[in-house]
Structures are given as C-alpha cells and as structure tokens.
C-alpha cells in the first residue's frame, strides 16, 4: 500500500509539474514550444515521448506529425524511436507497479483486455508483435502487457522490430502534411491507413478459412 501511494504521488507530481511548464499542450503549442528550444528542443521532445504514457494530455499521433514538420523524416524518426522506446518502458512499468486494479480502471471497457492476457501467458513475445502490426494502441499494449506475466525483455524486444518502421511511417507523414498532393504524403497516407487495415484483413481471411464466405 505504502509503495501504491508513493507512486500516486511522484506521479502525480509529474504531471502536474510538466503541465504548468507547458500548459494546453496541444499540436500548435508544442510545435511552437519546440521550436523556440533551439538546440534543447531535440531532448525535450524525446523526454515528452518517454513520459506521455503517465501524461494522458499528450496526443500520440500528433507527437509524430509534429517530429516531423520540426526535425524532418530523418532525424524526427530518430527522435520518435528514442521517445517511443522510453514510452513502451515507462508504460510497461507502470501498469506493474500499480497492478491490475488500477489499470484496469485506465483502459475500462476494452473487451479485447482478457484476450491479451490469456495470449501473452501463453506466446508473449509473437502476441506484442502481432498486436503492434495490428496497429493496437501502443500504449494500451504496453499497459496490457505489464499487468501480464511476460517477461519485460521478451516484451521489448518484440515492441522494438516494430518501432522504428511505424515512427518513420508516421514522422514522414508529418514531414509532407504541408503539401497533400505530393507522392511522399499519398504513399505515407496509404500506408497509414493499410497498417490500420490489418486488423479487419486478416479478421476478414480467418472467418473466410473458417465459413469458406
């Protein structure tokens, strides 16, 4: 209980704290915020990365866009996978040290919870791979993930072959958000939208093995 309680409170703190540092941060204002950083903007993106999963405010698709529209395909990929790596930790971490009770409550209401954890303590580390080429919420995995029995290292590095090729995807779709009539933009929709089609695909393919419809 002591450790439940310390833990709401640092937390809690964090939050609160970035919050006043940064209030109302939405797309424009961290866009701007970074921007007026100079040579520290780098790290205080990737901090905010590594935090958002305890900084409910953030907006993740808007995280990358904006790496993107700020450092470029290049280097915002690499700031994203930086970031992203540090979330999917202190995620994972964070749903073990408060348990399942308190997590729970966070993503209530996601029928698919049971079906993970019954597939995590059977085959965790193809179960993260699949769920991240299914384009699930990265971080309702990770919370899944740390209330489960699997182990952290064959959680993370099953998170990690899918890192780098989804941030690049989305960061270089940040980077031509300014000219949607462009190659690099359709290509970069399209396989947005592909990565979230997989799911109803391969639903699709199974109920066709099974009914032959």
Known sequence: ????????????????????????????????????????????????????????????????????????????TIYVAIGGAGST???FYFARFFGRGSVEKLISGRKTLVEIDE???TDGFKTVFMLRLFNIPWDLVSYSAGISAIGFKEFYLSSLILLIPSSFIFTYFGSKIGDPLSPGFILALFLIVAMGSVPFIVKRVRRWQKTGE
Do not use: H, Q
């Open 1 to 76: 209980m002591r450790r439940i309680i310390w833990g709401t409170v640092f937390f809690t703190a964090l939050a609160v704290a970035v919050f006043m540092w940064a209030p109302g941060l939405g797309p424009a204002e961290l866009k701007a915020m970074i921007n007026d950083s100079g040579a520290t903007g780098p790290l205080i993106f990737i901090v905010l990365c590594a935090l958002k999963p305890i900084l409910f405010f953030l907006p993740s698709l808007g995280l990358t866009v904006i790496a993107g529209t700020v450092f470029g395909p290049f280097y915002g």
């Open 89 to 91: 930790a202190v995620a």
């Open 119 to 121: 597939k995590m303590a």
